[in-house]
């Protein structure tokens, strides 16, 4: 990550195309990572690195 950028957002949002990934929404720091999915149930994981 560039050294002004203090957060990274990221969202995926094609969950039926060839990859079969669930929907989900990540924000990242140097130090943590969030990670919110929504199918098949709601759920938050916090990495911490």
């Known amino acids: 990550m560039p050294f002004w ?3 990274l ?3 995926y949002y094609e969950h039926s195309s060839e990859h079969d990934v669930s929907r ?3 924000i ?3 130090r943590y990572k ?3 999915c ?3 149930f709601n759920s938050m ?5």
């Open 24 to 26: 989900h929404y990540v």
């Open 38 to 40: 929504t199918l098949p």
């Open 5 to 7: 950028r203090k957060a």
């Open 45 to 49: 994981i916090i990495y911490i690195q």
């Open 9 to 11: 957002y990221y969202h």
């Open 28 to 30: 990242t720091t140097v």
């Open 34 to 36: 969030l990670i919110y």
